[in-house]
């Protein structure tokens, strides 16, 4: 018999199961528990009259919470008034039914990778069980904001019920278990999709499930200050997005880093940190002393005794046999391309950088090349309102760093061409006063002092909450 953990069973506390039939369940409904558990929605939807039933694959459970002992996806023929549960939180390559969970996943239309959760077809199997007209209230993890594979299934759930409401709870729910959770309501009134956040679960109440106040369809701009939305929002539809003024791609991929930056063989200045990154500028003091990316010809057929000797080392390593490595015609010779004109970090923990590159270097894949168009205020890229436009739309891991693949990093908006103040934002930046860098790049960007103010609030905000959930864990 499989662990609890392994099942993804974390039985979902009594009280919030109690909270979520009030919203989904009304007296003589024909209620679903898709993976009843330890029969907690069950229990809590008979109590207000309902006939509740489920489903469960583990004997003992399902005899506790009386429900059936099977796999849901061996009953999907009945439509119900409502569904209510918390499904299983594993991966495929975990779970025995995912065969079944992708099948039934794909004869409605929605096919998943091995990368997703059974939770994502669960959802989806689950809404085809209610009848027109009925409610859907599941616990889900909070990772439905976050993981590509959960962007269909919401435009499917939209497609399904007029109403979804998301409410994000920054704390754990489930003892044991480093998953955070959301609520999920799906159900019939008036059309809208909003994102809302508590801290507790204990915030989950009837009445805030019921509450009927602003729609806000992000999840980022749902943790925006209110009093500071509008000003924000005007400012950043002032700005064009990075896309328009840049190309951005990942750095070189060397197939083992450590293996190709040296010292003392032909080589080019590179950045394999972001922490090399000082300020706004790399310049080339910024990398003296630093290692070096190696630069081996193409067609180099040997005659130097330092070169054959480490091309001979890393054969020994197999790093010849690496992937990448092994694709390439000359297993040591990366393709490098041409000093781009700047570098923004990749992964980024208070503070993204974009720095211009003056150095002339290459970079390394953890941080991101940056090819202007045109003239490009980098100094101005420091202030508030484009700093939030990487807290709204990067993406936040486990750790609480924000993420920006290439794709996020096209969104940025950014100034259209202004004054560039980079060398006086370089230097407050590598003073450590990075608040007055923000007031330079406000002052370039055109921001007045209240949008700067309401902006540089708001930026605090999303990425103070960040860094916080990062020191909860």
Request: net charge positive; glycine share 8%; hydrophobic share 40%.
């Amino acid at each position: 018999m499989h662990s609890a953990k392994a099942r993804g069973a974390y039985y979902t506390p009594a009280r919030l199961a109690e909270t979520l039939c009030r919203w989904a369940v009304r007296p003589g409904d024909r209620v679903l528990d898709p993976a009843a558990g330890d029969g907690v929605f069950l229990r809590a939807a008979r109590a207000l009259g309902a006939r509740a039933g489920g489903f469960e694959i583990d004997p003992a459970a399902a005899k506790a919470a009386g429900a059936i002992r099977g796999d849901f996806f061996d009953h999907l023929d009945r439509r119900y008034d409502a569904v209510v549960g918390n499904p299983p939180y594993v991966h495929f390559t975990q779970a025995n039914a995912q065969r079944k969970a992708r099948e039934a996943a794909a004869r409605l239309g929605m096919r998943f990778g091995s990368g997703a959760s059974v939770w994502a077809p669960f959802l989806v199997a689950a809404a085809e069980r209610v009848r027109p007209g009925g409610r859907m209230a599941m616990v889900i993890p909070r990772e439905t904001l976050f993981v590509d594979y959960a962007h269909p299934l919401l435009a499917h759930l939209r497609a399904k019920f007029p109403r979804i409401d998301m409410i994000c709870v920054r704390t754990f729910l489930f003892e044991g278990a480093l998953v955070k959770v959301a609520v999920l309501l799906c159900g019939p009134g008036r059309p809208r999709f909003r994102i809302r956040e508590v801290e507790f679960p204990e915030e989950l109440t009837p009445e805030l499930l019921e509450d009927d106040g602003q729609d806000e369809e992000s999840f980022a701009w749902s943790r925006v200050p209110r009093e500071c939305r509008e000003t924000a929002r005007r400012v950043l539809e002032r700005f064009a997005p990075l896309s328009e003024l840049a190309d951005v791609s990942i750095g070189i991929v060397t197939g083992d880093k450590p293996y190709f930056l040296v010292r003392g063989l032909p080589s080019l200045p590179v950045v394999a940190s972001p922490t090399w990154v000082q300020g706004a500028i790399v310049k080339a003091a910024d990398l003296r002393n630093r290692p070096r990316l190696l630069d081996i010809p193409p067609d180099y057929a040997g005659g130097d005794a330092a070169v054959d000797a480490y091309l001979e080392e890393g054969r020994r390593r197999g790093v010849h046999r690496r992937y990448k490595c092994a694709e390439r015609a000359f297993w040591w010779r990366p393709r490098m391309g041409a000093p781009p004109d700047a570098f923004l970090t990749y992964l980024n923990d208070r503070l993204p950088r974009l720095a211009l590159n003056r150095a002339r270097a290459r970079c390394t894949n953890n941080l991101h090349r940056v090819t202007f168009h045109g003239s490009v205020s980098v100094g101005a890229f420091y202030n508030p309102a484009t700093l939030l436009s990487i807290e709204l739309g990067g993406r936040i891991l486990g750790d609480g760093a924000l993420k920006l693949e290439p794709g996020d990093a096209g969104k940025i908006r950014m100034p259209r061409t202004c004054r560039d103040p980079v060398d006086a934002v370089d230097a407050a930046l590598r003073q450590g006063d990075a608040k007055d860098a923000f007031r330079i790049a406000s002052a370039a960007a055109g921001l007045s002092f209240r949008e700067h103010r309401l902006c540089a609030r708001a930026h605090a905000e999303l990425r103070d909450i960040r860094l916080r959930e990062r020191r909860m864990r």
